[in-house]
T-cell receptor, first 111, second 113 residues
Framework: EAAVTQSPRSKVAVTGGKVTLSCHQT?????MYWYRQDTGHGLRLIHY???????EKGDIPDGYKASRPSQENFSLILELASLSQTAVYFC??????????FGPGTRLLVL | QQQVRQSPQSLTVWEGETAILNCSYE??????FPWYWQFPRESPALLIA?????NKKEDGRFTIFFNKREKKLSLHITDSQPGDSATYFC????????????FGEGTQVTVIS
């Protein structure tokens, strides 16, 4: 079954530290996305990629970097984690159809 | 600015009633409108979707009504069940290279029996 997996599933980080969130998909999809969801709110797009070795800024890219080393893998990097980056992060993939399939999410707490 | 708006923020209905969730958008170039539902501590999952060429899409108890002229759509859940209790997100798709989705803030639906 096609799937999007994320690791870690939860993480506690310290302010100013570096955090890397990983996403892996077996959907054979070209598109991958990183969203954040704050409690009680919708999802906001951080970065996306439509081909390996290339990433694009989404709607709220400040404080985040992304890396797409292969079609299957897409990482989100917080170089200097801040309290305001506490949220749930979802990765998604999309093929030729317009439907996006979401991973299980990573709960990030920055202290 | 918020390009996709949803109302109400929360909605409580009795089992068997029809729940109506509203969504509006600003960008007339959006070309696909999926609704996702999300259960607590889970990820969003596609429920039903519509393209602007249609004004209605039905899937079992879930129906989308779409008004392109007014840039509005609504999701109707008929014969609501307790298992329908979830947060529902309206989203709008941008065509072209990004293929990105813009989400509304969601409507939390509670079905009481």
């Amino acid at each position: 079954e096609a799937a999007v997996t994320q690791s870690p599933r939860s993480k506690v980080a310290v302010t100013g530290g570096k955090v890397t969130l990983s996403c892996h998909q077996t959907n054979n999809h070209d598109y991958m996305y990183w969203y954040r969801q704050d409690t009680g709110h919708g999802l906001r797009l951080i970065h996306y990629s439509y081909v390996a070795d290339s990433t694009e800024k989404g709607d709220i890219p400040d404080g985040y970097k992304a890396s797409r080393p292969s079609q299957e893998n897409f990482s989100l990097i917080l170089e200097l984690a801040s309290l305001s980056q506490t949220a749930v992060y979802f990765c998604a993939s999309k093929g030729d159809q317009d439907t996006q399939y979401f991973g299980p999410g990573t709960r990030l707490l920055v202290l | 600015q918020q390009q996709v708006r949803q109302s109400p923020q929360s909605l409580t209905v009795w089992e068997g009633e029809t729940a109506i969730l509203n969504c509006s958008y600003e960008d007339s170039t959006f070309d696909y409108f999926p609704w996702y539902w999300q259960f607590p501590r889970e990820s969003p999952a596609l429920l039903i979707a519509i393209r602007p060429v249609s004004n209605k899409k039905e899937d079992g108890r879930f129906t989308i009504f779409f008004n392109k002229r007014e840039k509005k759509l609504s999701l109707h859940i008929t014969d609501s069940q307790p298992g329908d209790s979830a947060t529902y997100f309206c989203a709008a798709h941008t065509g072209g290279l990004s293929g990105k989705l813009t989400f509304g803030e969601g409507t939390q639906v509670t079905v009481i029996s």
